[in-house]
């Protein structure tokens, strides 16, 4: 099963930075657009950022638009969620996804999750 692994997940203070990456052993991220969603306690889950396969196109969700960015290395198989200003709000289980459609923070187009890294913020 083609399945990407999130890493760089933690416990940070309000204000504070963390970078995620979603990387694959078993496929190239490069042919797919790949996307960062988020997952709180007792909450659905909501797309947070999307990339192209060039990393042309980015989208955002307003709930971490001008804080959070997306970027890619396809020579390192990675791709990365740079998270500033971070908000207790922001505490979940991020989870980045694969999918051969188009850049969008809508999770029924993707194919493959990864497991997930828990981001808690918190003082």
């Known amino acids: 099963q083609l399945q990407p692994v999130e890493s760089g997940g933690g416990l940070v203070q309000p204000g504070g930075s963390l970078r995620l990456s979603c990387a694959a052993s078993?496929?190239?991220?490069?042919?797919?657009?790949i996307g960062w969603f988020r997952q709180a306690p007792g909450k659905e889950r909501e797309g947070a950022s999307c990339i192209s396969r060039s990393g042309g196109i980015t989208n955002y969700a307003d709930s971490v638009k001008g804080r959070f960015t997306i970027s890619r290395d396809n020579a390192k198989n990675t791709v990365y969620l740079q998270m500033n200003s971070l908000k207790p709000e922001d505490t979940a289980v991020y989870y980045c996804a694969a999918s051969i459609g188009v850049c969008t923070v809508v999770a029924t187009t993707y194919r493959y999750w990864g497991q997930g890294t828990q981001v808690t913020v918190s003082s």
């Open positions: 078993r496929f190239t991220l490069g042919n797919y657009v």
